[in-house]
């Protein structure tokens, strides 16, 4: 699957994959300077890039391993969701976690973007749903004790 990426600013880098069998494409900061993110605050982190993700697909944001592990830096909203008929630009929302404040720098991998299909969907209330061996049981119901 081709996805259309248009560069917005002439510094901006297209997402590039880590392995031929890589799941998501590392997506880089495409800023002047370095972004300070103090502990348990967020920062919006411009890629300089826009993309078409095509109809019956959403582009996903998730962290890159070695940034969130490392580092504690990570989507603010945990997962990036964009929209097949989004056109602007792509931006992370980068929180920190971590005790210190953590930099990021201009060209730097700040998350991933992952393709993945999304059906076409419409909600319809119902008195009843059909029922399941697991019911209604909410958080933590199906481990053992």
């Known amino acids: 699957m081709k996805i259309e990426v248009k560069k917005l600013r002439d510094t ?23 972004i300070l993110i103090h ?21 996903f944001l998730f962290a890159r391993s070695g ?16 929209d097949s008929d989004y056109r602007g630009e792509v931006i992370a929302s980068l929180t920190c976690d971590d005790l210190d404040p953590k930099y990021v720098k201009p060209g ?16 319809e209330e119902v008195d009843q749903l059909d029922p399941t061996e697991r019911g209604d049981g909410g958080f933590g119901s199906t481990g053992q004790f």
């Open 12 to 34: 901006a880098k297209l997402p590039t994959k880590g392995s031929a069998k890589a799941a998501g494409a590392d997506i880089y900061a495409d800023i002047d300077k370095e």
């Open 39 to 59: 502990p348990h605050t967020r920062e919006q982190i411009g890629t300089g890039l826009a993309i078409a993700v095509p109809e019956g697909y959403a582009a």
């Open 67 to 82: 940034k969130a592990n490392k580092e504690g830096v990570r989507p603010s909203n945990c997962v990036g969701v964009i």
């Open 108 to 123: 730097e991998r700040i998350a991933q973007l992952v393709i993945l299909p999304v059906p076409e969907t419409e909600y």
